[in-house]
C-alpha cells in the first residue's frame, strides 16, 4: 500500500504512484516563470492572483503532507452577525476547495483538525451540527473521492464519536482505502497529548515488550516505537502547518509529528479561506529554509 510504505521516507517510487506535478506547461516565453502544473489547467481563471501564485511554485518541492487548523469559523459568523452554526456551513465550502487544490497541487496528505478533543465544552447544538455536517459532506462527496482517487483517514479517539458519524466515517474509509492519489485525513475527537497516550499504552500492551524485563524493555522504547504507535502510523510527517483567523498557537495539534514542520498563519477566518490562500502558504514554504537542527539543510 502506497502510503504506508517507505515511499515518503525517500525510498523508491512505484509504477503506480503518480507524479502529478511532472508535466509542465510551457508556453516557450520563460520555462521556468511561466511553467504550470497540468491538474491546475483550467481550474485557475487566467490572469488572476491564483494563476500568478500557481507560476511561483517549484512543483519539484511540494509539501508532501499539509495540516490545517482551520479557526475562526465563528467569528466569521459574528462578523456578519450570523448564527456560529452559519460559521461551520460556510467553513464546508473551504473544505471543499481546499481539498480539490491539495490534490491539484500534488499534496499527498491533507489533515484537517475538525473536531478537538476539547471541542466537547461546546454547545450540545453546536457540536451536533458539526458532527451532522461532516457526515452530510460523507454521504455527498463519497463518489468524489472515490472517483478521484482520495483515501479518507480519521485519527483521533473513535469510541467517543456518536454513533452515527463513526458508521459513516467506517463506511468512507473502508470504500476508499485502496485509493492513492492523495490522504484527505480527518482529525475528529483528536487531543495531541491523548494521542501520545495511547501510543505509549498501545506500546506497553505490545507483549513483546511486556514480555522482556522492565531493564531491557527500555531498549525498545524509542521515537520510532512511539511514532510506529501515532494516530498517524505510516503518514509522513507535516512539511507545512495552516493555522487560519492569526492565532499564534498549535492548539493541542500533531505535538509529535510537528517537531520540525514550517507553521504559516494567515488573518483569514476559515470561511474565507480559499485557493489563493493556500497556494500563497506554499510559496512562502518553498522560500523557508529546512535544517532540521542542522546547520544547512539535508542535501
Ligand atoms: C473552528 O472555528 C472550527 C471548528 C472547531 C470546526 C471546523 C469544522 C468544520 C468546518 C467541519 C469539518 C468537516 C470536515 C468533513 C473536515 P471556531 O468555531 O473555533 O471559531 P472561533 O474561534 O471564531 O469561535
Not at 511561466?34 to 511540494?62: H, N, Q, W
Not at 480539490?100 to 483538525?113: D, I, N, Q, Y
Not at 463519497?142 to 480519521?154: C, I, T
Not at 512539511?239 to 492548539?251: A, H, K, Q
Request: hydrophobic share 40%; proline share 5%; charged share 30%.
Amino acid at each position: 500500500m502506497l502510503l504506508e510504505s517507505d515511499e515518503y521516507r525517500g525510498g523508491p517510487r512505484r509504477p503506480s504512484d503518480r507524479v502529478f506535478c511532472s508535466e509542465l506547461i510551457n508556453d516557450g516565453e520563460n520555462p521556468y516563470n511561466v511553467r504550470m502544473f497540468k491538474d491546475l489547467e483550467g481550474f485557475l481563471e487566467p490572469g488572476s492572483d491564483e494563476e500568478r501564485l500557481a507560476r511561483e511554485i517549484d512543483p519539484t518541492r511540494i509539501p508532501q503532507h499539509v495540516a490545517v487548523i482551520m479557526d475562526g469559523n465563528g467569528r466569521w459568523a459574528k462578523s456578519r452577525n450570523l448564527p456560529r452554526l452559519e460559521g461551520h456551513r460556510a467553513g464546508m465550502q473551504s473544505v471543499r476547495e481546499i481539498v480539490e487544490t491539495s490534490a491539484r497541487v500534488g499534496v499527498k496528505v491533507l489533515t484537517l483538525f475538525a473536531f478537538s478533543s476539547e471541542n466537547w465544552k461546546r454547545p450540545e447544538r453546536e457540536v451536533s451540527t458539526l458532527f451532522r455536517l461532516m457526515v452530510d459532506f460523507l454521504k455527498k462527496e463519497d463518489k468524489v473521492l472515490v472517483k478521484n482517487d482520495f483515501r479518507l483517514r480519521v485519527i483521533g479517539r473513535r469510541d467517543g464519536l456518536p454513533e452515527k458519524a463513526r458508521r459513516e466515517l467506517d463506511r468512507v474509509e473502508t470504500l476508499t482505502r485502496d485509493n492513492q492519489r492523495m490522504v484527505l485525513c480527518i482529525a475528529l475527537n483528536y487531543g495531541g497529548r491523548t494521542e501520545i497516550v495511547d501510543a505509549v499504552r498501545s506500546l506497553l500492551a505490545d507483549p513483546t515488550v511486556a514480555a522482556i524485563a522492565a531493564a531491557d524493555a527500555a531498549m525498545v522504547v524509542d521515537e520510532d516505537a512511539i511514532s510506529r504507535r501515532l494516530y498517524t502510523a505510516g503518514l509522513p510527517d507535516p512539511d507545512l502547518l495552516i493555522r487560519t483567523s492569526g492565532e499564534f498557537r498549535v492548539s493541542n495539534f500533531l505535538l509529535w509529528q510537528i517537531a520540525y514542520t514550517e507553521i504559516w498563519i494567515t488573518p483569514a477566518f476559515w470561511p474565507e479561506f480559499r485557493k489563493r490562500h493556500f497556494l500563497q502558504a506554499i510559496v512562502d514554504y518553498q522560500k523557508r529554509e529546512r535544517r532540521f537542527g542542522d546547520i544547512q539543510p539535508p542535501s
